[in-house]
């Protein structure tokens, strides 16, 4: 998978502010999921994978816990527009993409934008690292509803598993 767009350098900037733990529940192994899951429903449903990809280090990145954190998604975004040009660049419709998917992710269910129902998709097929099967009826994209994609995305949630691009591509290395 050609993870290239997130660098090393989006991450270590991304992580120089980040206050939850880099290994925890809405940490790096979080976004890395999201980002394969991202990958996978945007490859198979016309959604824009570089959007998608950019998403799943977004989206969570300014939590301030793992709970009730109503405006994390609209921090996240700020911090994607403030690093566009400098680390990342995308069209300007692209960006204003980017930037509603981690505004809406928690509050919006489905979205007329396939780039954005792809990231919503991603992140909500990772409910299995909190026990939480999720609902193809709160899915947008028929790939993501699928069930074959459903269970594949339960095990790597449940499982906690770590793409190995993690540490092979970003650089962070994950204990425990």
């Not at 193809?136 to 095990?155: F, K, Q, S, V």
């Amino acid at each position: 998978m050609d993870t290239k767009l997130v660098t090393p350098e989006l991450l270590a900037a991304i992580l120089e502010d980040y206050t939850l733990e880099v290994g925890g529940l809405h940490g790096v192994g979080h976004w890395a999921r999201v980002l394969e899951n991202g990958v996978r429903v945007a490859e198979a449903s016309g959604g824009n994978v570089a959007v998608v990809k950019l998403f799943a280090v977004f989206h969570d990145s300014r939590r301030f816990n793992d709970g009730h954190d109503p405006d994390h998604g609209a921090r996240g975004a700020e911090l994607a527009t403030a690093m566009h040009g400098d680390f990342f660049e995308l069209p300007d419709d692209d960006l204003d993409r980017l930037v509603v998917a981690c505004e809406q992710h928690t509050d919006v269910i489905h979205h007329h934008d396939v780039t954005v129902q792809c990231c919503f998709d991603a992140d909500r097929l990772d409910l299995g690292r909190v026990f939480s099967r999720p609902d193809p009826r709160l899915l947008n994209t028929d790939h993501a509803r699928e069930t074959e994609t459903i269970e594949w995305a339960l095990d790597r949630g449940w499982n906690e598993r770590v793409p190995d691009f993690v540490e092979s591509e970003w650089g962070v290395e994950l204990v425990g």
